[in-house]
């Protein structure tokens, strides 16, 4: 079945370490992107990436980081300078040719609890 | 830039009642709008789509929502509500974001409770 896998589900961290976020995708999209969701507040985009080796800012990109080495993968990096990184985590894909509109698709989410 | 509001934070209604859940975007040209339901703990689903043609679109689960471009709105409605659409709902309007680059801006959703 095609889709995006994000695990794990839940992730448990101790102030001051780095996390990282797995997100995979087999929809052969060539776009991704990771959101924060935090309760009342919608999602908001962290960074995205149109391409393999290359990825932007989204809206709150402070303290994470990312990479696309390959099409299918594009972990996240929570890193220790994030001030509040408890929060639920989304992760999408889309195409991003042909004619619009380009829905993403999501995973299932990680939820991340720093303590 | 886009923006998206979801006036309503809340909204309980009665099984086999009919829903209309509000959405206004904020967008200098044609948007592309859609609607995502999230069930808790969970990801997001595509309800439904817009780009152009008809101004009312159809979507699963029995929904539709109609795009009035002269009140900047894109209002999701559903004739019967069934209890397990009880869940949070949520607009988005998709844009270019600088050369080839798109993405979406959410609102920041409504929770519909159904009561029984």
Not at chain 1, 66 to 78: C, H
Not at chain 2, 41 to 53: A, C, P
């Given at each position: ?7 794990p589900k839940y992730?448990?961290r101790k102030e001051?370490q780095n996390?990282?976020l797995s ?10 992107y990771?959101y924060?969701q935090?309760p009342?507040q ?8 149109q391409i393999v080796?290359?990825f ?8 994470y980081s990312?990479s ?6 594009f972990?996240l ?8 990184p ?11 040719t042909?004619?619009?509109?380009y829905e ?5 989410g990680?939820r991340?609890?720093?303590? | 830039?886009q923006?998206?509001t979801?006036?309503?934070?809340h ?5 086999g009642?009919?829903l ?5 975007y904020?967008?200098g040209?044609t ?5 995502y ?5 969970q990801?997001l689903q ?19 929502a109609?795009?009035?471009r002269?009140q900047?709105?894109f209002n ?16 988005a ?7 080839s680059?798109y993405?979406?801006?959410?609102g920041k959703?409504t929770?519909l409770t159904v009561?029984?």
């Amino acid at each position: 079945d095609g889709g995006i896998t994000q695990s794990p589900k839940y992730l448990f961290r101790k102030e001051g370490q780095n996390v990282t976020l797995s997100c995979e995708q087999n929809l052969n999209h060539d776009a991704m992107y990771w959101y924060r969701q935090d309760p009342g507040q919608g999602l908001r985009l962290i960074y995205y990436s149109q391409i393999v080796n290359d990825f932007q800012k989204g809206d709150i990109a402070e303290g994470y980081s990312v990479s696309r080495e390959k099409k299918e993968s594009f972990p996240l990096t929570v890193t220790s300078a994030q001030k509040n990184p408890t929060a639920f985590y989304l992760c999408a894909s889309s195409i991003r040719t042909g004619l619009p509109p380009y829905e993403q698709y999501f995973g299932p989410g990680t939820r991340l609890t720093v303590t | 830039a886009q923006s998206v509001t979801q006036p309503d934070i809340h909204i309980t209604v009665s099984e086999g009642a009919s829903l209309e859940l509000r959405c206004n975007y904020s967008y200098g040209a044609t948007p592309y709008l859609f609607w995502y339901v999230q069930s808790p703990g969970q990801g997001l689903q595509l309800l439904l789509k817009y780009f152009s043609g008809d101004t009312l679109v159809q979507g699963i689960k029995g929904f539709e929502a109609e795009f009035k471009r002269s009140q900047s709105s894109f209002n999701l409605r559903k004739p019967s509500v069934h209890w397990s659409d009880a869940a949070e709902y949520f607009c988005a309007v998709g844009a270019r974001s600088g050369g080839s680059n798109y993405k979406l801006t959410f609102g920041k959703g409504t929770l519909l409770t159904v009561n029984p």
